[in-house]
């Protein structure tokens, strides 16, 4: 009996051990971040680093706070991305995790002079970095996307530098952008990849009678391979909708001498290019079909006139959008070289050089849009717009 007692404590002995975590860190222990912005200058970088306090992140699922959330940015330059990183962990304190990382932020300046191959080399080689972070350009100061805040005292990951997709779900003209399609696309032969500009408004919202800056996609940076043909703005922007960022919920405005005759929700687009070869020069032309609901009638127009309207200014958002690309350093918006590069590929590698060369140039023809209204509104279109005449 004794022996086996002993024989028991011995046990609970060895398993003890077995039982802890000796190397575990609790939560306070560790510093988390969540964002990073990468600034190009004099050939070194600057990092900027965000970290939350997830404390107050965790008090937002509850409700909304009566205090503004608490962010931090550490600031460092360096020769190289990991130089700079390095700086920073001298002041952090405690250990750092990167598992958090949302959002990449990139300056104009490291768009457009920085080794993008570089920097997302680094960024990807983590083993705490996803592929799922979101990535952004930027003309504006990285600390003032960092520290503009949302409504409600909310933390930051309730912004659209952390949560894009629900602004675009309301307003889809420029998509966001993930870390992994961004890698993807800088790969594919002849591809046009389009980067987010995120910047900060404050002439939209006012709190107590002040200026409430808010942040906002004003724009996109349209690379090449790896290389950044420029910037344009959201307005110049609107005809990749239909052919590149393909959602539903867009809508369009149909005016006539300055006065709006309709306002229609487009749904699912479909758009196909075709490529005809003419005296040894690729020809793009583009079909889209796609279909309409009323939201805003201003002027008795039938479906005919309304499929008609809505069909040529859908055509000339497109050409306008394409017509903005060859004015910035002659930029293939609409990933037409891509195009022949997939259904052309002799053609394309003998006008590419083996895609060592842009294709050039670029030569957009017909433009056939089919605007089929599926839905007119709780009111048919011939109803009479005068509430005292009935019919």
Request: aromatic share 10%; net charge positive.
């Amino acid at each position: 009996m004794k022996g086996r007692t002993l024989l028991l404590l011995l046990y609970a002995v060895l398993a003890f051990p077995l039982t802890g975590c000796w190397d575990i860190k609790s939560l306070q222990d560790v510093n988390y971040f969540t964002g990073i912005g990468i600034d190009y200058e004099n050939g070194k970088y600057r990092i900027y680093v965000q970290q939350l306090d997830f404390a107050n992140v965790a008090k937002t699922e509850s409700g909304k706070s009566t205090n503004p959330a608490t962010v931090w940015i550490g600031q460092a330059e360096g020769l190289s991305m990991s130089d700079a990183v390095m700086k920073l962990y001298q002041t952090t304190q405690q250990t750092v995790f990167w598992g958090h990382l949302s959002c990449v932020i990139l300056s104009e300046a490291v768009l457009k002079s920085g080794d993008l191959v570089s920097v997302f080399d680094n960024i990807i080689r983590s083993p705490e970095i996803r592929y799922t972070p979101w990535v952004y350009g930027t003309k504006t100061n990285i600390e003032d996307l960092f520290t503009t805040k949302p409504f409600f005292n909310l933390s930051p990951m309730n912004s659209i530098l952390y949560a894009p997709e629900t602004n675009y779900d309301q307003r889809p003209i420029i998509a966001p952008m993930r870390l992994y399609k961004f890698a993807r696309e800088m790969r594919e032969p002849g591809q046009t990849t389009f980067v987010p500009s995120l910047g900060v408004s404050d002439d939209t919202w006012m709190r107590n009678k002040k200026k409430d800056p808010k942040l906002d996609v004003d724009g996109l940076f349209v690379l090449h391979n790896d290389v950044c043909n420029g910037w344009i703005g959201e307005n110049q922007a609107t005809g990749l909708r239909w052919l590149v960022n393909q959602s539903p919920g867009g809508r369009i405005l149909l005016k006539e001498n300055d006065k709006m005759l309709a306002t229609l929700r487009m749904n699912k687009p479909k758009s196909k290019v075709k490529i005809e070869i003419k005296k040894g020069e690729p020809v793009f032309h583009i079909d889209v079909k796609v279909d309409a609901a009323v939201y805003e009638l201003g002027k008795q127009l039938s479906e005919k006139e309304l499929s008609k309207l809505a069909g040529e200014a859908v055509a000339g958002e497109i050409r306008s959008t394409f017509e903005a690309g060859l004015a910035m350093n002659h930029a293939d918006l609409f990933g037409l070289e891509h195009e022949l590069y997939r259904k052309k590929f002799k053609t394309w590698k003998a006008m590419t050089k083996e895609g060592k060369i842009p294709l050039k140039p670029i030569v957009l023809g017909n433009i056939d849009v089919n605007v089929h209204v599926v839905h007119t509104g709780m009111f048919k279109l011939k109803r009479d717009f005068d509430p005292f005449t009935s019919k």
